[in-house]
């Protein structure tokens, strides 16, 4: 369910029981024979307005809270759409923000959907993947491909290491197996 739509249950649930104590107390008033009873009959919808009208009161803050941040992640998916790559000061400079800000703005923008990309941190860069830039490739991996062989002369066994943990590894009795102490990984 779209963020939208839970805002505009949350608002029915609020304003239906919110008008419907405003009009019984306002039908207290004008129907209540006497001032008694008016008057423990409107303290009673007092409540009532208050319990519905607060939370009321809550969500329409926090809904044009949401639409001014919604309006803005997409002025800033408007700005990143059209170009390939656009620095991030210019884009700061456009938003009329510090450099961080616009950082943050785009990275919004990027997740809630409005643009389409990713923030290159070498060169401070938003670049569009829809113009078919690939994204850059994961870091590589540091794995070790030669074992450490001892010195000539010596009695001691070969050092192994395992290929999936990089710990060293030892020959298992009886096999020609090598096994790692740390995964359990045999070679």
């Known amino acids: 369910m779209k963020k939208g739509t839970k805002f505009l249950l949350l608002w029915i649930l609020l304003l239906i029981p919110t008008a419907f104590s405003i009009l ?21 919808w007092g409540a009532c ?3 519905t009208g607060v939370p009321f009161a809550l969500f329409l803050l926090f809904w044009g809270r949401e639409r001014a941040r919604t309006a803005r992640l997409a002025a800033v998916g ?8 656009i620095p991030l000061a210019d884009l700061a400079s456009r938003l009329g923000k ?4 616009a950082e943050r703005l785009a990275a919004a923008a990027i997740a809630d959907g409005f643009a389409q990309g990713f923030i290159e941190y070498r060169s ?9 830039v690939r994204p850059p490739p994961p870091p590589p991996t ?4 030669a074992p450490f062989e001892p010195p000539p002369g010596t009695d001691a066994p070969p050092a192994r290491f395992c290929r999936k943990c ?11 197996d ?10």
């Open 78 to 85: 408007a700005i990143l759409r059209p170009y390939e790559s």
């Open 24 to 44: 019984a107390l306002l039908a207290t008033f004008v129907y209540a024979p006497d001032s008694t009873t008016r008057t423990i009959v409107a303290a009673v």
């Open 124 to 132: 401070r860069m938003f670049v569009n993947t829809a113009f078919g």
């Open 166 to 176: 990089g710990n060293r590894v030892y020959p298992v009795e009886g096999t020609e």
């Open 142 to 145: 540091r794995e070790v491909t």
């Open 98 to 101: 510090d450099e961080p800000e």
């Open 49 to 51: 307005i208050a319990m």
């Open 178 to 187: 090598w096994r790692c102490w740390n995964c359990g990984n045999v070679q």
